[in-house]
Nanobody, 124 residues
Framework: QVQLVESGGGLVQAGGSLGLACAAS????????MGWFRQAPGKEREFVAA????????GYADSVKGRFTISRDNAKNTVYLQMDSLKPEDTAVYFC?????????????????WGQGTQVTVSS
C-alpha cells in the first residue's frame, strides 16, 4: 500500500514553468513504477509521463515531449514533473500514480494507487 500526495500546482502564464511533486508514504517506494496523468474538464484522464522503478527509463506523451521532464528521488520517496513552455491546453488536474508493473508504465489500468490531484491552470 502506498499513499500519494501531489503538490506544486497553480496558475501560470503561457510560456512559463511549473514544477509538481508527488510524495509517497508507505513502504518500498522504489518498488513502484510511477506516472503522471492529467484530466481536463469534460475530457478523459490521459497519460503525461512515466518513469521506471530505478529512474533509468522514462516515457512521455507526444503532446508534452520536449517540454516536460519526469524524475524521481527514491531516497526522498518523491516523484517530480517539471513543466516548461506551458500552453493553455496543459490546463488540467494533474495526478500522480504508482504501479506494481515493471518498466515504464503508460496504461491507466496498470496503476494501482492514485493521488488526489493538483490543479494546473495556464493562462493565455
Amino acid at each position: 500500500q502506498v499513499q500519494l500526495v501531489e503538490s506544486g500546482g497553480g496558475l501560470v502564464q503561457a510560456g512559463g514553468s511549473l514544477g509538481l511533486a508527488c510524495a509517497a508514504s508507505g513502504r518500498s517506494f522504489s518498488s513502484y513504477a510511477m506516472g503522471w496523468f492529467r484530466q481536463a474538464p469534460g475530457k478523459e484522464r490521459e497519460f503525461v509521463a512515466a518513469i521506471s522503478r530505478g529512474g533509468g527509463s522514462t516515457g512521455y506523451a507526444d503532446s508534452v515531449k520536449g517540454r516536460f521532464t519526469i524524475s524521481r528521488d527514491n531516497a526522498k520517496n518523491t516523484v517530480y514533473l517539471q513543466m516548461d513552455s506551458l500552453k493553455p491546453e496543459d490546463t488540467a488536474v494533474y495526478f500522480c500514480a504508482a504501479s506494481t508493473f515493471p518498466g515504464v508504465v503508460v496504461l491507466t489500468y496498470k496503476f494501482n494507487f492514485w493521488g488526489q490531484g493538483t490543479q494546473v491552470t495556464v493562462s493565455s
